[in-house]
């Protein structure tokens, strides 16, 4: 059976959400309220047929939203028409005898003006009805008596009860409270851009965008993200909330190529994926990309439509990551300066939020609907493996885009009240470094020398800090020092560690995926089960995600009895070495005397600015843990500061136990050296050509404008240069000299410039 076509101008409400869609498909005119009289009379009109009606959407080959606020006003223009009307000021029946003339010829000025202009141009309507107002008064000084009186009643019967009826509106208050009146033109439409701003959806697109910058907002940052997607950041005045507006190129397209996609997407929508692929996006997207290019070369023939070869590969990029992809989740996780999404409950209502590098908090242009958050939690929930459902209403897991990838946090009900919500933590594509962060300020040169020092001793580090203070990225970065002769094993509930990129880069690594805490999924490991597992992994360096659970205890149990004789690394939550003693002992029940199996404790934290709208992260100190203690290791003066945070100077600065050689964890790393042992000279000279590297790339990324050099290619480049040159030095000479390792290290560098 055909379907019929919608006549233009036909309307649908929905009176679940108060929503009219009217049909503008073929329309002669635009989707506009704001310029197009013919579009604002007939939504004035189908108000009053729909009273309750709380949004409009225009649809055309995009969706045109206007919200409750904007549809509020012309709600009030139908309701004051409607007033008008009944309470007979335009009636013919509004006269005398004596003034018949005078109605005769103003009176239908006033009808028109009323039942056609008004609809049409509600602030024209009213400025007609003003200047006729001042011109009868200027008329009436001139006139002789009876004509006086009869527009005196004019004026008092007619044209003041319909214009005061007017003036109750907010859209013509705020017109005449923004000076909108005077000067204005009848007909004009640029005063409604002032009032009327829809949000607007591409038909083959889920979520809404605000397409105009924030009303009196100033553009503070531009900048692009994959070539095509511009990003501007606003700060709006009475707000500390930036607004960030992202505008990518299916924003911007012409209407065929709206029409081109919206046509391809519904061709790609009646191929289901089996779950299998959706387990597999990689291939997914591979095959709709194959699939999407042939089909929107088709399409554009058979719709006469003439595109390029790059506008193919644009159209086809488009229409697989509304198809295959996460739609507009992938502009924000593609963008490296955002760091969390947000998505609320309940989905509609509010705009998505961002946490960015350089602005915080920020509110977007993006409004997701409910019908795409339930495909995202479905792809999250098949991908995943894990379930999502009354029983089990929290989901974590992990994603991957182009340009980006996440660890995602989904709940639902009976969690929450309102429906679905996501949270997004974004992690780099490409892997963390320590120059990356020497770079960034988070740690200075001289810490990242100690780091690396500590992790090519095969140490047991713990990474602390707060949500978000980047502790897991300073793991991700620590992983590289790790000599590639090494193997590693990672245990992770939630994949967050850089294996893949890790892999890439010719390591021996090993990933383990343990079961979550929240997600009790009974067919995967436990995270106890998995470290005891990795340890049959042959001889390895152990990182694990997170300790947050049981598998803390065996993970100290494994170093305590030396089944771990590499480095064991590790994030946990606390804010300095005393707090994370607290949340293994009195949180976790490890035993305190296993405690002691931790040899190093690396505190990441946020420092504010004195105005609280500016957080910076910075590592706060590196400190060892001593043995010799018995019950409270902070009493006993088992915590010793190696390096320590100073807010004046805004970096780590050495303390004197690290400046005199006195750190025991430092000596036994070097007591594992014969040309270190009893030679703090040495070990220091050690750090101190590290630091010098770290620093050296750094600056050289600076003053080449090369940002390559900070990242994980070179930088493992780097570390192996620096291991076989100190080897060779030390095979020539008979000692491991940094001057020569430096020197030659640097002719290196300058090879590879």
């Given at each position: 059976?055909?379907?019929?076509?919608?006549?233009?101008?036909?309307y649908?409400?929905?009176?679940?959400?108060?929503?009219?869609?009217?049909?503008?498909?073929?329309?002669?005119?635009?989707?506009?309220?704001?310029?197009?009289?013919?579009?604002?009379?007939?939504?004035?009109?189908i108000?009053?047929?729909?009273?309750?009606?709380?949004?409009v959407v225009?649809?055309?080959?995009?969706?045109?939203?206007?919200?409750?606020?904007?549809?509020?006003?012309?709600?009030?223009?139908?309701?004051?028409?409607?007033?008008?009307?009944?309470?007979?000021?335009?009636?013919?029946?509004v006269?005398?005898?004596?003034?018949?003339?005078?109605?005769?010829?103003?009176?239908?000025?006033?009808?028109?003006?009323?039942?056609?202009?008004?609809?049409?141009?509600?602030?024209?309507?009213?400025?007609?009805l003003?200047?006729?107002?001042?011109?009868?008064?200027?008329?009436?000084?001139?006139s002789?008596?009876?004509?006086?009186?009869?527009?005196?009643?004019?004026?008092q019967?007619?044209?003041?009860?319909v214009?005061?009826?007017?003036?109750?509106?907010?859209?013509?208050?705020?017109?005449?409270?923004?000076?909108?009146?005077?000067?204005?033109?009848?007909?004009?439409?640029?005063?409604?851009?002032?009032?009327?701003?829809?949000?607007?959806?591409?038909?083959?697109?889920?979520?809404?965008f605000?397409?105009?910058?924030?009303?009196?907002?100033?553009?503070?940052?531009?900048?692009?993200?994959?070539e095509?997607v511009e990003?501007?950041?606003?700060?709006?005045?009475?707000?500390?909330?930036?607004?960030?507006h992202?505008?990518?190129?299916?924003?911007?397209?012409?209407?065929?190529?709206?029409?081109l996609?919206d046509?391809?997407?519904?061709?790609?929508?009646?191929?289901?994926?089996?779950?299998?692929?959706?387990?597999?996006?990689?291939?997914?997207?591979?095959?709709?990309?194959?699939?999407?290019?042939?089909?929107?070369r088709?399409?554009?023939?058979?719709?006469?439509?003439?595109?390029?070869?790059?506008?193919l590969?644009?159209?086809?990029?488009?229409?697989?990551?509304?198809?295959?992809?996460?739609?507009?989740l992938?502009?924000?996780?593609?963008?490296?300066?955002?760091?969390?999404?947000?998505?609320?409950?309940?989905?509609g209502?509010?705009?998505?939020?961002?946490?960015?590098q350089?602005?915080?908090?920020?509110?977007?242009?993006?409004?997701?609907?409910?019908?795409?958050?339930?495909?995202?939690?479905?792809?999250?929930?098949?991908?995943?493996?894990?379930?999502?459902?009354?029983?089990?209403?929290?989901?974590?897991?992990?994603?991957?885009?182009?340009?980006?990838?996440?660890?995602?946090?989904?709940?639902?009900?009976?969690?929450?009240?309102?429906?679905?919500?996501?949270?997004?933590?974004?992690?780099?594509?490409?892997?963390?470094?320590?120059?990356?962060?020497?770079?960034?300020g988070?740690?200075n040169?001289?810490?990242a020398?100690?780091?690396?020092?500590?992790?090519?001793?095969?140490?047991?580090?713990l990474?602390?800090?707060?949500?978000?203070?980047?502790?897991?990225?300073?793991?991700?970065?620590?992983?590289?020092?790790?000599?590639k002769?090494?193997?590693?094993?990672?245990?992770?509930?939630?994949?967050?560690?850089?294996?893949?990129?890790?892999?890439?880069?010719?390591?021996?690594?090993?990933s383990?995926?343990?079961?979550?805490?929240?997600?009790?999924?009974?067919?995967?490991?436990?995270a106890?089960?998995?470290?005891?597992?990795?340890?049959?992994?042959?001889?390895?360096?152990?990182?694990?995600?997170?300790v947050?659970?049981?598998?803390?205890?065996t993970?100290?149990?494994?170093?305590?009895?030396?089944?771990v004789?590499?480095?064991?690394?590790?994030?946990?939550?606390g804010?300095?070495?005393?707090?994370?003693?607290?949340?293994?002992?009195?949180?976790?029940?490890?035993?305190?005397?296993?405690?002691?199996?931790?040899?190093?404790?690396?505190?990441?934290?946020?420092?504010?600015?004195?105005?609280?709208?500016s957080?910076?992260?910075?590592?706060t100190?590196?400190?060892?843990?001593?043995?010799?203690?018995?019950?409270d290791?902070?009493e006993?003066?088992?915590?010793?500061?190696?390096?320590?945070?100073?807010?004046?100077?805004?970096?780590?600065?050495?303390?004197?136990?690290?400046?005199?050689?006195?750190?025991?964890?430092?000596?036994?790393?070097?007591?594992?050296?014969?040309?270190?042992?009893?030679?703090?000279?040495?070990?220091?000279?050690?750090?101190?050509?590290?630091?010098?590297?770290?620093?050296?790339?750094?600056?050289?990324?600076?003053?080449?404008?090369?940002?390559?050099?900070?990242?994980?290619?070179?930088?493992?480049?780097?570390?192996?240069?620096?291991?076989?040159?100190?080897?060779?030095?030390?095979?020539?000479?008979?000692?491991?000299?940094?001057?020569?390792?430096?020197?030659?290290?640097r002719?290196?560098?300058?090879?590879?410039?």
């Open positions: 059976m055909a379907v019929r076509e919608k006549d233009v101008f036909e649908e409400y929905d009176d679940e959400t108060g929503t009219i869609e009217i049909n503008l498909l073929g329309s002669v005119y635009g989707a506009s309220i704001e310029d197009y009289p013919e579009v604002m009379s007939r939504v004035i009109n108000l009053q047929e729909v009273p309750d009606a709380s949004s225009l649809s055309e080959s995009r969706d045109y939203e206007y919200s409750d606020t904007q549809v509020e006003m012309l709600k009030e223009v139908a309701e004051a028409i409607r007033d008008i009307s009944s309470q007979g000021y335009i009636s013919k029946n006269r005398t005898d004596k003034c018949e003339s005078l109605y005769q010829e103003k009176l239908p000025e006033v009808q028109r003006i009323v039942i056609d202009d008004l609809r049409k141009d509600p602030i024209g309507a009213y400025v007609q003003k200047r006729m107002i001042r011109h009868l008064n200027q008329e009436k000084e001139d002789y008596p009876q004509r006086k009186r009869c527009i005196k009643y004019f004026i019967d007619v044209l003041k009860p214009s005061g009826r007017l003036e109750e509106t907010h859209l013509i208050q705020q017109s005449v409270e923004l000076d909108y009146i005077t000067g204005h033109h009848v007909g004009d439409r640029e005063v409604y851009r002032e009032f009327f701003h829809p949000l607007v959806r591409p038909n083959f697109m889920l979520t809404k605000m397409s105009l910058p924030p009303e009196r907002g100033e553009e503070v940052d531009r900048y692009r993200v994959q095509d990003v501007s950041v606003y700060r709006v005045p009475d707000q500390v909330q930036p607004i960030y992202v505008n990518p190129p299916e924003f911007n397209l012409p209407e065929e190529k709206y029409r996609l046509a391809a997407r519904r061709f790609l929508a009646s191929h289901n994926p089996e779950s299998g692929e959706f387990a597999r996006p990689e291939r997914m997207r591979q095959v709709f990309q194959n699939i999407g290019r042939d089909m929107v088709d399409i554009s023939d058979q719709m006469g439509i003439q595109i390029s070869g790059e506008e590969e644009q159209l086809t990029a488009i229409l697989n990551r509304y198809t295959s992809g996460l739609g507009v992938e502009l924000l996780l593609s963008d490296p300066k955002v760091q969390d999404v947000y998505v609320n409950s309940p989905i209502n509010a705009p998505i939020y961002i946490s960015h350089d602005y915080e908090e920020c509110e977007t242009n993006l409004i997701p609907t409910k019908e795409e958050a339930e495909s995202w939690a479905t792809r999250f929930r098949i991908q995943s493996g894990r379930p999502l459902d009354e029983a089990n209403p929290v989901l974590d897991t992990d994603t991957e885009v182009p340009g980006g990838r996440a660890r995602v946090a989904i709940i639902q009900e009976n969690l929450s009240p309102e429906g679905l919500a996501f949270a997004f933590r974004r992690h780099r594509s490409r892997a963390w470094t320590l120059p990356l962060f020497v770079d960034s988070m740690i040169p001289l810490g020398g100690l780091l690396s020092f500590i992790v090519d001793g095969n140490r047991s580090v990474f602390a800090g707060t949500r978000g203070a980047g502790k897991t990225s300073l793991l991700s970065a620590s992983m590289l020092e790790i000599l002769k090494h193997r590693i094993v990672t245990v992770e509930d939630t994949l967050e560690l850089p294996v893949k990129q890790m892999k890439d880069l010719g390591y021996n690594i090993e383990m995926k343990s079961r979550s805490v929240i997600t009790q999924v009974e067919n995967e490991l436990a106890e089960e998995a470290i005891r597992t990795s340890l049959r992994l042959g001889d390895s360096a152990l990182v694990i995600g997170e947050r659970s049981d598998e803390a205890k993970l100290y149990e494994a170093m305590r009895v030396g089944a004789a590499n480095f064991v690394g590790g994030t946990i939550h804010e300095d070495a005393y707090s994370v003693f607290d949340r293994v002992v009195n949180d976790l029940n490890v035993p305190k005397t296993s405690f002691k199996a931790t040899d190093i404790i690396v505190s990441v934290n946020k420092i504010k600015s004195p105005d609280g709208l957080t910076f992260r910075r590592v100190g590196i400190t060892e843990v001593r043995k010799e203690w018995t019950d290791p902070q006993e003066g088992a915590f010793v500061d190696l390096m320590r945070y100073d807010s004046n100077e805004d970096k780590l600065v050495p303390t004197d136990t690290l400046l005199n050689g006195e750190s025991l964890v430092l000596n036994r790393i070097a007591s594992n050296i014969r040309e270190w042992k009893n030679n703090w000279e040495a070990v220091w000279d050690n750090i101190q050509l590290r630091k010098q590297i770290k620093q050296d790339i750094v600056q050289k990324a600076e003053e080449t404008d090369n940002k390559e050099l900070l990242e994980a290619e070179f930088t493992v480049k780097s570390n192996q240069r620096f291991h076989i040159l100190s080897e060779r030095v030390r095979e020539e000479y008979g000692e491991q000299n940094t001057e020569r390792v430096l020197v030659r290290w002719e290196w560098l300058e090879q590879q410039l």
